[in-house]
């Protein structure tokens, strides 16, 4: 971690470095978390699926009223997650120095935790939209879907491969 | 402005299609003319008096407050700049076509609704008082700031449910096509939502001293449940038009909400963690301070 123990020799002084720095390690997970969350549910969509591949339409009609609100508190939440994780980052970069590998593993288990929620939840269960229309949709949900679970379990090894060493408390 | 369901509400639609080709002050039917005229020559005067007299009293509280630490240039820039957003929104161009179509008005909403408040409360108006007036005049000020009164009015709830509960109300309700005929409706929606804008932006990232401040939970929770309401009813308005609005015009300005409440609405939460990050900086190396989150 960032902040090592800055006397060695006083013991409260060694404690609070190590709380320090398990909190600015909880955090940086946090941060990599929400902001990957947050740039599946916000910007991946709006950017590749609405502007690039245009699949995806403003609205397509069909959506029943619960789900059309359960969308725009998922819209709501992208953004104040996204935002919320880059300011987390800003917090744990002032800090000290940024575990980059570790943050970057908690960003793709991020996106792969909310792509499989969207995948499952958003298209199947509430049936917000659908990937593509007019299209047999089985290999574009299994596609959707399947890359979601290899992501999340990419990000969970990053994660488990970068944890802090036990040995330091 | 194409107008194909309108069809269906001639009156309405009449009205609209006079008041986009003939410009404000004779948005009326030819019948009862001259009194509506009157009304919204009336209208827009009081507006300019209320343009006039911000405008005003902001420099002279920036003169009677000269003696003191410098004030920042932004701070100015911004009051003019939100006042220069609701004169565009109900004056000139803008403010003519509003009232004849629907993406039009939406256009007039955001700068009224949403960045001409952001800007007037970036622009510290409170707290510029407090530095021009005397003492006493600004200890009563204070006090009457610390009332129980303002507190429930300033609550994020509270001014979320105005702002954001007026425009359910406004777009799915008779409220929309009424206020286009009548002069007077249309000022209190107007005034309803700039000054319901402005208690919202200003209970949740204000930079004036706010004796009743909410936790960051509480704001944020409140911000969420405002944007996904925004996007819901955007989304509602694209399917479900307001009377008198025709499907291309209303599917358009239903998406102009949406986008455009959007790119404010990121700002806003931009603007609610800055103030977290300000509040939250480590002193020192121990972990003061460290508990604090959103």
Redesign the interface.
């Known amino acids: 971690m960032s902040?090592a123990p800055?006397g060695g020799g006083r013991e409260a002084v060694t404690d609070?470095?190590n709380?320090?720095a398990a909190?600015v390690g909880r955090r940086t997970v946090a941060s990599g978390f929400l902001f990957g969350c947050g740039i599946a549910a916000s910007m991946i969509d709006l950017f590749v699926f609405h502007l690039g591949l245009q699949w995806h339409h403003?609205?397509d009609?069909s959506?029943p009223e619960v789900a059309?609100?359960a969308?725009?508190?998922f819209?709501?939440?992208g953004?104040?997650i996204t935002?919320?994780g880059l300011?987390l980052l800003?917090?744990v970069r002032?800090?000290g120095d940024v575990a980059w590998r570790r943050w970057t593993g908690a960003v793709v288990t991020g996106v792969g935790a909310f792509q499989l929620f969207d995948g499952v939840i958003n298209h199947k269960v509430l049936g917000i939209h659908q990937i593509r229309y007019h299209v047999d949709l089985l290999p574009y949900d299994a596609a959707w879907i399947g890359t979601a679970a290899l992501l999340l379990l990419v990000g969970i090894i990053i994660l488990w491969r970068t944890r802090p060493a036990r040995a330091a408390r | 402005m194409a107008d194909s369901a309108g069809a269906g509400r001639p009156l309405i639609a009449a009205r609209m299609d006079h008041g986009h080709g003939t410009g404000p002050g004779t948005g009326a039917p030819v019948g009862s003319g001259g009194t509506d005229a009157l009304g919204w020559a009336a209208v827009d005067g009081v507006l300019v008096l209320f343009l006039v007299v911000a405008a005003a009293g902001y420099a002279v509280a920036l003169r009677a407050s000269r003696v003191r630490s410098r004030w920042p240039v932004r701070r100015t820039v911004c009051w003019y700049a939100g006042l220069g957003c609701v004169a565009a929104a109900l004056l000139g161009p803008v403010g003519q076509a509003a009232r004849g179509g629907f993406t039009a008005h939406m256009t007039g909403h955001l700068l009224l609704g949403m960045i001409a408040p952001l800007l007037l409360v970036l622009a510290a108006p409170v707290t510029l008082v407090l530095r021009a007036l005397p003492v006493r005049a600004a200890r009563s000020l204070t006090r009457l700031l610390r009332r129980r009164a303002v507190r429930v009015i300033t609550h994020p709830v509270v001014t979320a449910v105005l702002s954001a509960g007026g425009l359910w109300v406004l777009y799915t309700t008779a409220l929309y096509p009424l206020m286009h005929g009548s002069p007077l409706v249309h000022a209190l929606v107007h005034a309803h939502v700039l000054l319901a804008g402005y208690l919202f932006t200003a209970a949740l990232v204000g930079p004036d001293p706010d004796p009743h401040r909410t936790s960051m939970a509480m704001r944020s929770v409140v911000l969420v449940a405002f944007i996904a309401s925004h996007s819901v009813l955007a989304k509602w308005l694209f399917a479900h038009p307001p009377a008198g609005v025709g499907q291309a015009d209303g599917q358009a300005g239903a998406q102009l909400m949406y986008y455009g409440g959007d790119a404010v609405d990121v700002l806003l939460i931009v603007l609610l963690f800055s103030r977290w990050y300000a509040t939250t900086r480590p002193r020192a190396r121990v972990p003061a301070g460290m508990r604090t989150g959103p």
């Open positions: 902040i800055t609070a470095a709380g320090v909190h403003f609205y009609l959506t059309l609100a969308d725009g508190v819209h709501a939440v953004w104040f935002v919320w300011f800003a917090d002032r800090r």
